[in-house]
């Protein structure tokens, strides 16, 4: 029985895998309807509230990290420079190939003439994007090579201090709640430090000390894996904790609810969903196999729609004379959507999973537990 197991989580869970489709394209959405004629005072907050999907991945990302290294980690156990390759096993085949085709998209634009932003995309940000530090330092400009590629970032920053992490998750072993109370403070405190010091909301932090605004929430997650190993609710129970704090997501953001409020509620539905898994409550297999497969290919969709939609623009725009900072037609964003998932699911399969796979056999590590 694994370590993992033996705190009551099964080895898989697919609710979990199949939440990180639905929140990349929460994501890819949000993104493509800016270029509409979009309100800021829509009706409903669910597009614009939808980018807060990337909170939610940093939250599962401290869940499902401490599901399957927490217990080697709080033991002294944790073989570090295995775990930091296997991380960039699962994040640099994709980061990698989207990153080349963003210089090639630059150097056929200097090529051929076309306008080109050389301050967006100079050497040192590609060099930084190249590393994944672009997050993690003040900027008065964001680095364009790849959008999204921030989080990737902040990301890496929350691997390299894992040990960390656990140390005081370990300390705290036995106080589940006194964690919680850490992560949901430290939230707190470092929204109002970000707040003054750049006039944004946490939750706005990106290319400017981006790497912020996963600390907090990477605990939560964390937090929240150590609560939800000390409970065994029944079937109905968790479904119905599923269903409470999925819906009543969905009805905070329709309304605009403040984001803090959003993100706590999103770690509910995290928790909700692993806790189905631990009762045995799981889609049926027709319905499973298609979201897993989704939600596999979901961080290749993240990383992919963004250079796809500066590709279409730029082609467009040459192709029909006109600025490439147009608004979208409703049918280019009827392409789009589903071309995005198509190539995400392409890359996810022909690159990034066999790349994935080929770096942890070199090191001998298994394929991870969840995706």
Not at 86 to 102: C, D, E, K
Not at 227 to 243: F, K, N, S
Not at 279 to 302: F, H, K
Not at 356 to 371: H, K
């Amino acid at each position: 029985m694994s370590e993992a197991e033996r705190n009551g989580f099964p080895q898989t869970m697919g609710g979990l895998t199949s939440l990180r489709f639905w929140l990349s394209l929460g994501v890819v959405i949000f993104h493509y309807t800016l270029l509409q004629p979009w309100r800021d005072d829509a009706a409903s907050g669910l597009i614009e509230r939808a980018r807060l999907g990337v909170d939610v991945f940093f939250i599962l990302s401290g869940f499902v990290l401490f599901h399957v290294y927490g217990e080697a980690a709080m033991a002294g156990r944790l073989d570090y420079r295995r775990f930091l390759v296997a991380r960039i096993a699962r994040i640099y085949p994709a980061h990698l190939l989207i990153l080349a085709g963003m210089a090639a998209m630059a150097g056929a634009a200097v090529a051929v003439g076309a306008g080109f932003d050389h301050e967006l995309y100079d050497v040192w940000g590609f060099l930084r994007t190249l590393l994944l530090i672009h997050a993690w330092f003040p900027a008065d400009k964001p680095v364009e090579w790849n959008g999204p590629s921030w989080s990737l970032s902040a990301e890496w920053a929350a691997y390299l201090a894992f040990p960390l992490f656990a140390a005081l998750a370990g300390a705290l072993r036995r106080r589940p709640w006194m964690l919680l109370g850490v992560a949901v403070a430290g939230f707190l405190v470092i929204d109002q430090a970000y707040r003054a010091w750049s006039g944004e909301a946490l939750t706005h932090a990106e290319f400017n000390v981006g790497v912020a605004r996963i600390a907090p929430e990477f605990l939560y997650g964390i937090a929240l894996y150590q609560l939800g190993r000390r409970w065994a609710p029944t079937g109905t129970q968790a479904g119905a904790a599923a269903l409470a704090s999925g819906g009543g997501l969905l009805l905070l953001m329709h309304l605009h609810a403040d984001e803090r409020v959003l993100i706590g509620v999103a770690g509910l539905l995290v928790l909700s969903l692993a806790l189905c898994a631990k009762a045995g409550v799981e889609a049926p297999g027709w319905l499973a196999r298609p979201l897993r497969e989704g939600g596999e290919a979901s961080y290749a969709l993240y990383l992919l729609h963004i250079p796809l939609l500066v590709a279409w623009k730029n082609g467009m725009s040459v192709l029909h004379g006109i600025d490439s900072h147009y608004l979208l037609a409703p049918w280019e964003l009827a392409v789009l959507i589903p071309t995005a998932v198509a190539g995400a699911l392409a890359i996810h399969f022909l690159i990034e999973r066999p790349a994935r796979l080929w770096i942890r056999e070199r090191i001998g590590e298994p394929a991870p537990l969840v995706a």
